[in-house]
Every structure is written in C-alpha cells, then in structure tokens.
C-alpha cells in the first residue's frame, strides 16, 4: 500500500498532523508513506518509520512548486491521498481515495479538524520520531537530574508571537516550588537564522537562567 501524506510548510501545523499520520501508520502497517511538507518542517517527518520518500517543499514564484510536486507524484498509482493544505494536487493524482481537508477558517482546535478528515475520535495526539543519535544529542544540550520546562517563543509571523513577558511569568509560574515543574530548568528553542533569534531574545532577556537552545536543535 502507498500513501502520499501531504502536510504543512510550517513546523507548528506539521507537528500537529503527527497524530494523524501515526494513526494511519499503525492502521496500515505494511503501507509506504511519501510525505510532503516545508523544507523547515522536514525533520519532523525524517524519522517516521514507514517513511518511503520524503518531499520538501522549497516555495516558488506562481506556485511553480506545485507543479514540481505533481511531476513528482503523477505517474504512481496511489492507494490514498491525504491532503492536509487543501491543494489541487490531491485530485490530480491517480489514487483509489482520497481525504482533502477543507479550507479556510473554522471553529475548533485544529487536531479535532484533522481527524474528522478521517472520521478519528478522539483526535490522535501528536507524536514524536527520534532515532538513538537524537536522543543522545538532546541528552548532551539538556544536562540529566531535573525536569525541563521548554519554550518555543518564535513563530512565522510577528502577530502570533505572545508578548516576552508573558513566557516569563508563565515560565517561573510553572518551576516555582508550588508550580508544576517545581525546580525545573527552562531552556528555550527556536529555529536558525536572525529572524528567529530576534523573537527569541526578548524571552531570554526576561528569563537570564533560561537555558538557550535557539538554532541548536
């Protein structure tokens, strides 16, 4: 069986749609899975383990980069397609099913819209593949002996960022010794480059103690 999965350019949405695609893997476990998303949201997919081929998508002007997806996918006899960005390419390939999500915005957490695409209650949680290598490297960045609490304070667009101050009270809310995560240490991620740097630093400002993580990971 061969399933083209078709997620999100973007890390947050395709972390969420591991759920998704883990409840198929488990579904069909002999399935082979091509899997397209973001060139930034690549290692999210890297480890799945039915992972055929993994297609990262590099955008382009007037959407030429649909075109190279559909060279890439066209002349394979699919068994089904599930469509997460509410493209065309879904209903341009030759496949036995289909499931396009729809488009625009709706009512609701986003993992219940992508599992009533398949008729999934309750909605599968997201998940996380590593291989021994990535433990070991996170293991090396996160000294052992206490819990972690870690933030991830960027985004794609500066007006979905939450204010600094905000991941900072929340922060020593959350490791205070009445907190959930009393003693805990707090490390903060995000992505390369200076975009993501410059989001971050607010938080690391307020939060001296934090451990930063920003472009490591």
């Not at 695409?117 to 590593?130: A, E, F």
């Not at 993501?196 to 400002?205: G, Y």
Request: charged letters at 20%.
């Amino acid at each position: 069986m061969r399933i083209i999965f078709i997620s999100s350019t973007r890390i947050g949405d395709a972390v969420l749609s591991t759920g998704l695609l883990d409840h198929l893997a488990r579904k069909h476990q002999d399935a082979r899975f091509t899997i397209v998303c973001g060139r930034v949201a690549e290692g999210v997919f890297r480890r799945m383990p039915q992972l055929e081929r993994l297609i990262a998508v590099e955008k382009r002007r007037y959407s030429l980069h649909w075109l190279e997806i559909w060279g890439a996918l066209a002349f394979t006899r699919w068994d089904l397609v599930v469509d997460l960005r509410a493209s065309a390419i879904a209903w341009l390939l030759w496949t036995r099913e289909r499931r396009v999500i729809q488009g625009g915005r709706r009512p609701g957490h986003r993992l219940t819209h992508l599992a009533t695409l398949l008729g999934v209650s309750p909605p599968p949680l997201p998940v996380i593949w590593t291989a021994p290598e990535d433990v070991a490297r996170a293991a090396s960045l996160l000294p052992a002996g206490r819990p972690w609490l870690v933030l991830g304070p960027t985004a794609n667009w500066h007006r979905k960022v939450w204010p600094a101050e905000r991941f900072a009270e929340l922060a020593l809310r959350l490791t205070a010794p009445d907190g959930a995560l009393p003693g805990a240490g707090i490390a903060i991620l995000g992505g390369p480059g200076d975009q993501e740097r410059s989001m971050a630093t607010p938080v690391l400002t307020a939060l001296p103690q934090a451990l930063d993580l920003v472009g490591k990971l």
